[in-house]
């Protein structure tokens, strides 16, 4: 069961500014009945400053909490100071929200900027071709180019990306494109390998990779040794005796050491 504090509890069982505003100076909308939420709210500016504010919401009791605390914060306010307003100051306008509802905050968030837009006469982001700053994590306000800047730089879980800048850590809606963004992003280099470890590996891509090729011609190859980045090997059964050996080792068994171990990889045989 989520907890919500006093304030939250307060403002869905007394909304303040309920209603809509005949002649209003903008009008702004977020959300969509589709996914459970939906707000419409209304400006009255006098000279610059919001004298009334007014909403409609349909939602839950975070959605309701939020539009109402959203109207108190904003009314006597000049609108570059409104424009000002994130979503996270609406949720710790009501001390806080639950992860799971921080979309709500979001939401409010949304629905100011959109009728500021509308009272400047400003094209909305959503209708531009391109979005340099398109937003993954509405919760947190968090940024297509933030995540992929974070993945970069050595993020490679979820987890890792919501302690860098908290994106997925609110509704989760947006977890699927993240986990795309890590998918697309995350670094195919592994961290450096000891040398036992290098061996190792060296040693199961021969096994997985290279000896059942081999063994199809009643071929083998053992590892005889490994001596920084070169590597020798031994051909065994028909390959020992095969005058395109040399084009063996280079073109396939350091082909594939290259590709899943090391890229300086030198291929050596051993008689």
Known sequence: MWEYSNKVKEHYKNPKNVGSIENADAIGEA????CGDKLKIYLKIDNGIITDAKFQTFGCGSAVASSSILTEM????TVDEARKITNKDIADELDGLPPEKMHCSVMG???LEDALKNYFGEEKVENKKENPQKIICNCFGVSEAE???AIKNGAKTLDEIKEINYAGGGCARCVPNIKMLLD???????????????????????ETNVAGELGKDSGGIELVNVDGKDVYVKLTGTCSSCKNATL???????????????EQINVIEVK
């Open 74 to 77: 904003i009314i006597g306010k």
């Open 31 to 34: 959300g969509a009945l589709a």
């Open 109 to 111: 968030h949304e629905a």
């Open 184 to 206: 697309k992003y995350s670094s195919k280099k592994e961290t450096a390998l000891n040398p036992v470890q290098f061996i190792l590996k060296i040693n199961k891509v021969l």
């Open 248 to 262: 063996t080792l280079k073109n396939f068994v350091e082909k594939q050491l290259r590709e899943h171990v090391d």
């Open 147 to 149: 995540i992929i800047n």
